[in-house]
């Protein structure tokens, strides 16, 4: 069952696609569409990943941060952006910490869910429904952006 909106996101910090150290904290103030996928380079993640490429001009322009979370290591990470000029940074949770803290692990691998941090910490908005050809446009109807 995933967190409840209104509760306060789970602090975290992992590295992301090219090795930065990365914080939820680092993000104070902004809203964050944190997306969590099963694995890289997969079909279904693939299209999720791309749409959020397509979509980042309009959620640069909301002032939006978009931040994909998968088990997989960095190393795999790397190839999936290159390999799809992804254009956000993947966050590597190979210890599944963030996974568990966010209440979604699928056994060994994260359920597709997407929650919405707003300015205060707080949870937003969760989608456990993606549709991950129109992901990333779904997430903005739903914020009314």
Same mark, same amino acid.
Do not use: W
């Given at each position: 069952?995933?967190?409840?909106?209104?509760?306060?996101?789970? *602090?975290?910090?992992?590295?992301?696609?090219?090795?930065?150290?990365?914080?939820?904290?680092?993000?104070?103030?902004?809203?964050?569409? #944190?997306?969590?996928?099963? =694995?890289?380079?997969?079909?279904?993640?693939?299209?999720? *990943?791309?749409?959020?490429?397509? *979509? =980042?001009?309009?959620?640069?322009?909301?002032?939006?941060?978009?931040?994909?979370v998968s088990a997989d290591d960095e190393a795999a990470h790397q190839a999936f952006t290159s390999k799809?000029?992804?254009?956000?940074? #993947?966050?590597?949770?190979?210890? =599944? %910490?963030?996974?568990? *803290?966010?209440?979604?692990?699928?056994?060994?691998?994260?359920?597709?869910?997407?929650?919405?941090?707003? &300015?205060?910490?707080?949870?937003?908005?969760?989608? &456990?429904?993606?549709?991950?050809?129109?992901?990333? %446009?779904?997430?903005?109807?739903?914020?009314?952006?």
């Amino acid at each position: 069952m995933p967190l409840a909106v209104g509760t306060d996101a789970p *602090a975290f910090t992992t590295k992301d696609t090219n090795g930065n150290t990365v914080s939820l904290s680092d993000f104070a103030g902004k809203t964050v569409v #944190l997306y969590f996928y099963p =694995k890289d380079d997969t079909p279904g993640c693939t299209k999720q *990943a791309c749409s959020f490429r397509d *979509a =980042k001009p309009e959620y640069s322009t909301k002032g939006i941060v978009v931040l994909g979370v998968s088990a997989d290591d960095e190393a795999a990470h790397q190839a999936f952006t290159s390999k799809y000029n992804l254009n956000f940074p #993947l966050l590597a949770d190979t210890d =599944k %910490s963030i996974i568990t *803290a966010y209440d979604v692990d699928g056994g060994g691998y994260a359920k597709r869910v997407t929650y919405v941090i707003g &300015t205060d910490g707080k949870i937003t908005h969760i989608d &456990t429904a993606v549709n991950t050809v129109t992901h990333a %446009s779904d997430v903005l109807a739903a914020l009314n952006l």
